[in-house]
């Protein structure tokens, strides 16, 4: 019963590009807030990015901003997190996420098993 799959994770050195995927069942995906979250070791998971239906309204955390750029494909029930000028600092497992209402103001009710994203300098 998988919900979630993310792929597009690798190594990459400073500076690169990534781009992650995100693909969803009809549950996860049909009318939610899509998402992405990252956790470092040793650290919290933190919010990155989110998106909504249309994709009128995104969000980015501050690291992230100018940087990162999510987007959506409805029809694929796809999820994409495009990740530019990539830091050691953005080393991480990343997590696609999903929620009906919202993936910051409550904890998604959806996540993926993650990719890990490793950023060599």
């Known amino acids: 019963q998988v919900q979630l799959v993310e792929s597009g994770g690798g190594l990459v050195q400073a500076g690169d590009s990534l781009m992650l995927s995100c693909v969803a069942s009809?549950?996860?995906?049909?009318?939610?807030?899509m998402g992405w979250f990252r956790q470092a070791p040793g650290k919290e998971r933190e919010f990155v990015a989110a998106?909504?239906?249309?994709?009128?309204?995104?969000a980015y955390s501050d690291p992230v901003k100018g940087r990162f750029t999510i987007s959506r494909d409805n029809p694929k029930k796809m999820v994409y997190l495009q990740m530019n000028s990539l830091k050691p600092e953005d080393t991480a497992v990343y997590y696609c996420?999903?929620?009906?209402?919202?993936?910051?103001?409550?904890?998604?009710?959806?996540w993926g098993q993650g990719t890990q994203v490793t950023i060599s300098s």
């Open positions: 998106i909504n239906w249309s994709g009128s309204s995104v």
């Open positions: 009809e549950r996860a995906f049909s009318g939610s807030v």
């Open positions: 996420v999903a929620d009906k209402l919202s993936v910051r103001e409550r904890q998604p009710e959806y």
